[in-house]
């Protein structure tokens, strides 16, 4: 599982230093142990600057630090999919560096890891972290957005941080040839779930449609349930039926996915 941070400058630091800003984001991190190397074997390791590796109890997260902007291409598929004030967007159009981080601890839960990494990206917000992205996912998420306000924790923050805010992304799609639009998910099967997708008119159904996949995901998340082609759900008074996408559909591709489709209501004319 990784991350990707953007910064507003360039990050060279000593592990000292780190472990430090590290332990005052919460009490768990007031003993973690920050070692900094020059080498790294993940994405971009061409355009290392510098990496750490951060460890706490039983858990692992490697740091990069890249003294270049990210991929332009990666900004097109996290931020302009992404649905948060422009002044942020803004803000990521003219970063200069940027980090990635790799969960390697011990922790198997997908989600758990994402959270894990995300307290560690709030530690990154003194260095000049502004936007953190998921490129799984085609989302991003201002990283001042992870950070508690007066009265709450950062693991309360974490834990009831929508999904669909950081960890699933929520795209809409102009098809060529095909009228209307499609909304789909992305990311979702990284957490052991479908992705979800919705053909509708016009676009002023993306909020509700927005809504409706949040409750599925969360039905999902508290009951441990996973809808599978087959399966009905009601939201209000439309009752829906879950399909496998169809052949013309290879626009919808994921590792796993359904469609949302409405049941016709009994009497109506098709």
Not at 92 to 99: E, L, M, R, V, W
Not at 240 to 258: A, N, T, V
């Amino acid at each position: 599982m990784h991350l990707q941070v953007l910064l507003s400058k360039p990050v060279w630091l000593s592990a000292g230093d780190f472990a430090q800003t590290l332990g005052q984001v919460h009490p768990s991190l007031a003993q973690v142990r920050v070692e900094t190397r020059t080498g790294f074997s993940g994405p971009g390791a061409g355009l290392l600057q510098q990496s750490a590796w951060v460890r706490w109890a039983r858990h692992t997260v490697q740091v990069a630090f890249l003294s270049v902007p990210a991929p332009q291409e990666l900004l097109e598929q996290t931020i302009n999919t992404a649905s948060y004030d422009t002044a942020w967007k803004q803000k990521a159009a003219t970063h200069t560096a940027h980090a990635i981080l790799v969960y390697r601890g011990e922790e198997q839960d997908p989600l758990e890891q994402y959270r894990l990494l995300a307290k560690i990206v709030v530690g990154l917000l003194p260095l000049g972290a502004t936007v953190v992205l998921n490129p799984e996912a085609c989302t991003s998420y201002p990283v001042e957005g992870l950070v508690p306000r007066p009265g709450e924790e950062l693991e309360q923050v974490l834990r009831t941080l929508p999904l669909m805010a950081l960890f699933i992304g929520f795209v809409t799609l102009k098809v060529d040839g095909l009228e209307g639009f499609w909304v789909r998910t992305c990311g979702a099967p990284r957490l052991d779930m479908p992705d979800l997708a919705l053909h509708i008119d016009n676009t002023q159904e993306v909020q509700n449609v927005y809504l409706m996949f949040r409750n599925t995901f969360d039905a999902m998340l508290s009951t441990r349930v996973r809808f599978n082609a087959g399966d009905r759900v009601e939201d209000g008074e439309v009752q829906w039926k879950f399909r496998q996408p169809r052949g013309d559909e290879g626009f919808l591709y994921s590792p796993r996915l359904i469609v949302f489709e409405p049941v016709p209501s009994p009497g109506r004319v098709q």
